[in-house]
């Protein structure tokens, strides 16, 4: 496994690295946003460390530009903020995990290892997914409906390309929440239902609406009612 972390607190970077080095896990380090971006352009890793507040570019900017144009690269953020409006804006940003400092290295090690698994980056993913009018490219994270182009933010697109891999499938909320949100522990939360409302307003517009909720179990993408 290659992790980068992009975290400007040398000693806090230091001591990521030489902790990964001892797992046998290879560690590439940036200490500002820019330097992780230009590093990420260049190379390809695993999974990626992002801490929230550095110079040149922040960690959620950065997340966001990574699950803009790779989104099979799982990232962690890795902060002091750790606020609910901080962690909301994390996953919004795209990230796959949130994980507040001070933390304990094993938990890291843990989180690190299972989004590798979770999300090897070197998976093979069919370009076009496709059903009835509806056309996700998975390479350029474009959507079309109907031939016209519909624009999605990072988690609307995560939601729609894991449902549409699983068409004609019915998808749990709590696997959706452990696979697009990475939330593993039982929450009350109402997110997958209002990120699929979110996705119905933009493909669901004209017929045959595709997303079908299964009551009781989840959801399904298919052509027929």
């Excluded at 001591?15 to 560690?27: A, R």
């Excluded at 996953?91 to 290892?113: I, M």
């Excluded at 593993?184 to 669901?204: A, G, Q, S």
């Amino acid at each position: 496994m290659h992790v980068l972390v992009v975290e400007d607190d040398a000693e806090v970077s230091q001591f990521i690295q030489k902790g990964l080095q001892s797992e046998g896990i290879h560690v590439t380090a940036a200490y500002d946003g820019v330097v992780g971006r230009a590093m990420i352009n260049e190379n390809q890793y695993d999974v990626v460390v992002l801490d929230v507040s550095m110079p040149g570019m922040n960690g959620y900017d950065l997340c966001r530009y990574v699950k803009q144009n790779w989104p099979s690269i799982p990232v962690i953020m890795l902060t002091a903020l750790g606020s609910l409006d901080n962690k909301v804006l994390g996953f919004e940003s795209g990230a796959d995990d949130y994980l507040t400092k001070p933390f304990a290295f094993k938990e890291l090690v843990f989180r690190l290892k299972a989004l590798s698994r979770r999300h090897p980056s070197h998976a093979p993913l069919q370009q076009k997914l496709e059903l009835s009018d509806l056309v996700v490219d998975t390479f350029s994270h474009q959507v079309w409906r109907g031939g016209e182009r519909v624009t999605l933010t990072a988690r609307e697109y995560a939601l729609l390309e894991y449902l549409m891999v699983r068409q004609g499938k019915v998808v749990s909320r709590t696997d959706l929440l452990e696979n697009v949100w990475d939330v593993h522990f039982n929450t009350n939360t109402n997110v997958v239902d209002v990120y699929v409302n979110y996705l119905r307003r933009k493909i669901d517009r004209a017929d045959p609406k595709l997303i079908h909720t299964v009551f009781g179990v989840g959801f399904i993408l298919k052509a027929e009612p």
